[in-house]
């Protein structure tokens, strides 16, 4: 299938910076810089059925850009990542079948 990426709306040109991971059959966009800096927009695209959803992070819907991503057992930790003016010690997880978020301890430095 296509996905359109750009249009003639500059507002619709997705991000180069956004931090795309595969995890089962899910791939998973996690913040990122959008025009006036970093983003909060967690979006997942089922690759079964080629449909995006919204997932919100946290309660304190933080945006994050320049953070770093992994998959572990099934798990995606999201670490780190800068505002626009501070950088987070924070490590995040998101559980894809139970389908929620939770805060781990943070890193002893921000980056």
């Not at 750009?6 to 795309?20: G, R």
């Not at 970093?38 to 320049?66: C, F, G, Q, S």
């Not at 770093?68 to 079948?97: H, M, P, W």
């Amino acid at each position: 299938f296509k996905i359109n990426i750009t249009d003639d709306d500059e507002s619709t040109v997705w991000s180069t910076n956004t931090v795309p991971r595969i995890q089962r059959d899910l791939l998973i966009i996690i913040g990122g810089w959008e025009k006036n800096g970093p983003t909060n927009i967690v979006e997942i695209l089922d690759i079964n059925d080629r449909k995006w959803r919204r997932v919100k992070m946290l309660e304190d819907d933080r945006k994050v850009a320049y953070h770093e991503c992994i998959v572990v057992k099934n798990k995606l930790y999201v670490i780190g990542g800068f505002e626009g003016t501070q950088y987070f010690n924070a490590v995040r997880c998101y559980d894809s079948e139970t389908k929620k978020w939770c805060e781990l301890a943070p890193m002893h430095h921000a980056r």
